[in-house]
């Protein structure tokens, strides 16, 4: 784990710097995000879901500029701006031709397309790009010019040993969103460890207030509520915890008989019907409805949701998915999503100089302006962190942000794996499986896709 002790460090360095150069980031948005940081389609936009179609006017205006392509799940209006600060470090001698996919689809399109020796010249990707690199999909780019001034944290999920393979865009993280009126006007102090939480909800359903607010149907936050909980009180808290993601992704332990007691704590959210089969059954945009319509809570989300909260009036903060102690806490996150060239590019000139323009200050500051909640690995980069994050502010600023996910991904694709625990998730809610039978089923999916 020296390499993850490494990123840490780095993070806290990149952390600290952005209180004077600002990299903490609050932008616009009305998606969701899923587990990499990247956003998920809306409803709307799953309807037409395999579908794809090149942003409008993208590459309007540019005469005879060469196409540059790349597709990813971000919603074409969020890219706009990104896309127009692209072309203008491009300068006129290519241009980009974006491609909306719709995220519920975006692996396997990419991947069929890779597969076959084709695909966009830039292949963007957030936790499965390790995957990419294992599979040999991109080029390696070790000494590109461009890479100078990201901090090395930013290529946690683009290294393979020393060598390089891509670039993150920005870096995502995600924690509890709480109504601040609700808990003044039940009396109910903001929690700081887990048993406080479950003596806030406690408090809130004696009042007739429903504590929390999950979509399970198609959200995983009830995965990142329940991550949280670990990172803090296994990852972080004991000597085993920092080793055992590796060996874990490398098969030499399992979650079963290390996990289990972890899981069977965080569960009295389900024994105590806070999560429950209902939820099941909702999606996690009406969740965020009923959470901004004060119907609940909390609601277990990110910074991507902060202007659909500010614009709705409410007066709300954010704490940190929470373990028993409040000394060194995490908040979950990492690198979203990180671009690296298609080693099948028939346009490698352009392809070579779109990188050099993703990683540019003012691309980066795109991204960072057009992604609610984030911050960069890019030096140089600024934005200011809000009031709302009073209580995780000094968790950001310490670095400590991280996720299991991404070190899972050392020897597995683990996207496949988070999207297995989202789904056991919904029956653990419902109580059709245990917490044993949760952690037996990760461990079965893992044996089942581990690279070696």
């Given at each position: ?194 048993d406080e939480l479950v003596a806030a909800c406690d408090a809130l359903s004696a009042n007739g207030v429903q504590p929390m607010g999950f979509g399970l149907a198609d959200g995983d936050t009830g995965v990142h509520s329940l991550l949280g909980y670990i990172e803090n009180n296994f990852y972080e808290a004991s000597e085993e915890g920092k080793s055992f993601d590796e060996e874990f992704a490398k098969g030499l332990k399992t979650m079963d008989g290390t996990l289990n007691q972890y899981v069977k704590e965080w569960s009295v959210l389900v024994e105590k019907g806070y999560i429950n089969d209902t939820m099941v059954g909702i999606s996690n945009e009406q ?166």
């Amino acid at each position: 784990m020296e390499k993850e002790k490494t990123m840490k460090k780095k993070i806290v360095s990149l952390l600290t710097a952005a209180i004077v150069t600002a990299s903490l980031i609050v932008g616009c948005g009305n998606t969701a995000q899923d587990s990499t940081g990247g956003e998920t389609a809306s409803a709307s936009e799953t309807d037409a879901a395999g579908e794809t179609a090149p942003a409008e006017s993208e590459s309007e205006g540019w005469g005879d500029a060469q196409k540059v392509t790349f597709a990813c799940w971000y919603d074409e209006d969020d890219m706009v701006p990104i896309i127009a600060a692209i072309n203008e470090k491009l300068g006129g001698e290519y241009v980009v031709e974006y491609t909306y996919i719709a995220r519920n689809d975006y692996n396997n399109v990419l991947g069929t397309q890779l597969a076959a020796g084709e695909g966009p010249d830039i292949v963007a990707d957030g936790t499965n790009f390790p995957a990419r690199i294992k599979a040999g999909n991109v080029k390696e780019i070790t000494g590109a010019a461009y890479l100078k001034g990201i901090n090395e944290a930013g290529f946690a999920l683009c290294k393979d040993g020393d060598k390089i393979y891509g670039i993150p865009s920005y870096g995502w993280f995600s924690g509890v969103w709480y109504n601040k009126d609700i808990f003044e006007q039940n009396k109910v102090a903001v929690p700081t460890t887990f048993d406080e939480l479950v003596a806030a909800c406690d408090a809130l359903s004696a009042n007739g207030v429903q504590p929390m607010g999950f979509g399970l149907a198609d959200g995983d936050t009830g995965v990142h509520s329940l991550l949280g909980y670990i990172e803090n009180n296994f990852y972080e808290a004991s000597e085993e915890g920092k080793s055992f993601d590796e060996e874990f992704a490398k098969g030499l332990k399992t979650m079963d008989g290390t996990l289990n007691q972890y899981v069977k704590e965080w569960s009295v959210l389900v024994e105590k019907g806070y999560i429950n089969d209902t939820m099941v059954g909702i999606s996690n945009e009406q969740a965020l409805s009923d959470f901004i319509a004060g119907k609940t809570a909390i609601f277990n989300g990110g910074p991507w949701q902060y202007s659909n909260l500010q614009d709705a009036g409410m007066n709300f903060g954010m704490i940190p998915n929470l373990g028993s102690s409040t000394e060194n806490q995490y908040l979950n996150g990492g690198p979203a999503v990180n671009f690296g060239i298609n080693v099948n590019t028939k346009n490698e000139s352009g392809a070579e100089k779109l990188m050099e323009a993703l990683a540019s200050v003012e691309v980066q500051q795109a991204f960072v302006d057009a992604n609610v909640g984030g911050f960069s690995y890019k030096e140089g980069v600024k934005v200011d962190i809000p009031d709302e994050y009073e209580a995780v502010k000094d968790i950001l600023e310490n670095g400590n942000v991280a996720c299991c996910w991404d070190r899972w991904s050392v020897n597995m694709p683990s996207q496949s794996l988070f999207d297995e625990a989202v789904s056991q998730m919904q029956g653990l809610a419902a109580g059709s499986i245990t917490p044993d039978d949760f952690v037996k089923a990760l461990d079965a999916k893992a044996e089942s896709i581990r690279y070696e």
